[in-house]
């Protein structure tokens, strides 16, 4: 390996794990040193990169010696159980949990949108929600134009969004269906197969789910809009992979179709799929792999006078988690 | 069969065809007769009702000599052309295509909101879109009370909506999913399995498709509100039968939440499934083959100081079609 950062991946046998080892590759990241870490369980796997095969280590306090670089994507709780100790061994950590990202002195980044927020950490930055992150691709170039007030959305989450695990179930529950066999839910609460589940993360006491009202407190933090609203629905469907967002926003100023279309084209990370005549839009087929979200649907809203309506699509595992983290690590 | 009405179905092989057949046995609907009706390729096909094996016959402009209601569900084009022979020979049409919906003498009718439209027609009484019932089923006891203005919906429509070929092409990718062979799309311009298809009937001039529309202009007719603005994204989900519908409404008076839940749960046809604690809301599979529509997810909306958000799913097939077409034929 070149000289470099010396980076960690914890949870690097996870659905998004994997994926920032190939993000790390394809982007040729600087590397001196790249450590894999994983429960007990995974401990002793191998893993290819670059063409090296790399062993897999048991996470534990001590594992971030030496290291600059630690990118978390394990759950919340190994993040507050060992975040403190990478920060503490000196590297900065970039956390793909939900963890610290409304903590205080936590940046939380989305490169296109706010990289000049990555320098103020203290040694955590976070990497957003999912969902948040693909809805404010499609927006921000708007939200810079005329200032995004409010935002009306549903989600159609893939179930790579739960990990391994969600992926797992939902193949087998896909066999189950097809072979006219009983079907098991083990990881979410009911079959996800030929279903669509509305409830993502448990609901809080406004009667939202916590994945639900990321939008809102995320993008404030993330657009530096205190007084953003919004107003989410959060829905497992049965995709394998990419997120999908139906989003309805109000602006300060009046939008126009045309320069939306314009502005969107122009954006890093986002490409416009709105094809009216051949009825070309963006699914999670097409985004599939891809680093950049597809922005389709884009029309004058007809509720908000001066809103638009659009469909976005991103890559939940790349965009909305391992090549966002991987890009703010590029930032340090 | 005992006294009552003489009745013919045109598209008796179709997905709700058939459902319409089941609607009239589990209602134990008036019948003197009953005609079934398809296209040529389907003349002599046997289907049982009540026990009793009835044949299909081609439908052609003499099918429906003493016919006194005729239940259309085989697409538009069918309607234009036979409606008017139906109407000629004296029977009530009941159309569930869209053909008829929006013209003016031609009530537009969801039993258990505007039944009193119902006498006002001249031969024809069209069925309204699936979606739309389905939404409105849920608004409708909470439009009484406050007086819907606005609603910015996000559908997730099951195949069934498009047929039997569609419930079919579903079933044919999962195989092929599963087997990990090449995926055919026929019915649908894009692979269904495993995706999100945000194009439901061709856009239209103003960027929404025409199944985005009908919920504005259909639900200003059927809830006598000329005003009634609704921003609509109508996408098909890959699940075989239920549609769900992610509704905000915007009111003109301040609604509650114990009210509307209250309201909900006394209004006919719908029924309320909320358990926030044991996170239990409704889905497709839960919706399957029953009447009612099922609503959730039931909050004070994020955005809209005056506004509600809810989840609603209705079995497309049946009260989305069938079910409301026979409900009408009973109101004759």
Same mark, same amino acid.
Request: hydrophobic fraction near 40%; charged fraction near 20%; charge should be neutral.
């Given at each position: 390996?070149?000289?470099?950062?010396?980076?960690?991946?914890?949870?690097?046998?996870?659905?998004?794990?994997?994926?920032?080892?190939?993000?790390?590759?394809?982007?040729?990241?600087?590397?001196?040193?790249?450590?894999?870490?994983?429960?007990?369980?995974?401990?002793?796997?191998?893993?290819?990169?670059?063409?090296?095969?790399?062993?897999?280590?048991?996470?534990?306090?001590?594992?971030?010696?030496?290291?600059?670089?630690?990118?978390?994507?394990?759950?919340?709780?190994?993040?507050?159980?060992?975040?403190?100790?990478?920060?503490?061994?000196?590297?900065?950590?970039?956390?793909?949990?939900?963890?610290?990202?409304?903590?205080? !002195?936590?940046?939380?980044?989305?490169?296109?949108?706010?990289?000049?927020?990555?320098?103020?950490?203290?040694?955590?930055?976070?990497?957003?929600?999912?969902?948040?992150?693909?809805?404010?691709?499609?927006?921000?170039?708007?939200?810079?134009?005329?200032?995004?007030?409010?935002?009306?959305?549903?989600?159609?989450?893939?179930?790579?969004?739960?990990?391994?695990? !969600?992926?797992?179930?939902?193949?087998?529950?896909?066999?189950?269906?097809?072979?006219?066999?009983?079907?098991?839910?083990?990881?979410?609460?009911?079959?996800?197969?030929?279903?669509?589940?509305?409830?993502? !993360?448990?609901?809080?006491?406004?009667?939202?789910?916590?994945?639900?009202?990321?939008?809102?407190?995320?993008?404030?933090?993330?657009?530096?809009?205190?007084?953003?609203?919004?107003?989410?629905?959060?829905?497992?469907?049965?995709?394998?992979?990419?997120?999908?967002?139906?989003?309805?926003?109000?602006?300060?100023?009046?939008?126009?179709?045309?320069?939306?279309?314009?502005?969107?084209?122009?954006?890093?990370?986002?490409?416009?799929?709105?094809?009216?005549?051949?009825?070309?839009?963006?699914?999670?087929?097409?985004?599939?792999?891809?680093?950049?979200?597809?922005?389709?649907?884009?029309?004058?809203?007809?509720?908000?006078?001066?809103?638009?309506?659009?469909?976005?699509?991103?890559?939940?595992?790349?965009?909305?988690?391992?090549?966002?983290?991987?890009?703010?690590?590029?930032?340090?």
């Amino acid at each position: 390996m070149s000289a470099g950062k010396h980076v960690a991946i914890a949870g690097a046998t996870g659905a998004v794990g994997v994926e920032m080892l190939q993000c790390l590759e394809e982007r040729n990241f600087p590397l001196a040193s790249l450590k894999l870490l994983a429960s007990a369980r995974s401990k002793g796997k191998k893993m290819t990169f670059r063409g090296e095969e790399l062993t897999v280590e048991e996470l534990t306090p001590d594992s971030f010696k030496g290291v600059d670089i630690a990118l978390f994507s394990a759950g919340s709780g190994i993040s507050r159980e060992f975040g403190p100790h990478a920060v503490r061994a000196g590297a900065v950590v970039v956390d793909n949990s939900s963890a610290f990202r409304m903590e205080a !002195g936590v940046p939380l980044v989305v490169p296109e949108i706010n990289p000049e927020d990555a320098p103020g950490h203290q040694g955590i930055i976070a990497n957003p929600n999912c969902t948040t992150i693909v809805a404010l691709m499609a927006l921000y170039s708007l939200h810079r134009a005329w200032t995004v007030r409010s935002i009306v959305a549903s989600s159609y989450q893939a179930v790579s969004g739960t990990g391994q695990a !969600g992926i797992e179930e939902l193949a087998a529950q896909n066999r189950a269906l097809v072979a006219g066999e009983p079907i098991v839910a083990k990881v979410y609460s009911r079959q996800i197969a030929s279903n669509c589940l509305p409830e993502i !993360g448990g609901v809080v006491a406004n009667g939202y789910t916590s994945e639900e009202m990321k939008m809102q407190n995320e993008g404030r933090k993330i657009l530096h809009q205190p007084d953003l609203k919004a107003s989410v629905t959060c829905v497992r469907v049965p995709v394998f992979r990419s997120h999908s967002v139906s989003v309805t926003a109000d602006f300060e100023r009046k939008p126009s179709v045309e320069e939306a279309r314009r502005l969107i084209g122009a954006a890093a990370g986002v490409q416009v799929m709105d094809e009216r005549e051949a009825n070309r839009f963006p699914t999670p087929l097409d985004c599939t792999g891809k680093d950049d979200c597809l922005v389709g649907r884009i029309r004058e809203d007809l509720v908000f006078p001066q809103g638009l309506s659009l469909w976005v699509v991103g890559d939940q595992v790349r965009k909305g988690a391992a090549l966002n983290a991987v890009q703010i690590a590029e930032l340090l």
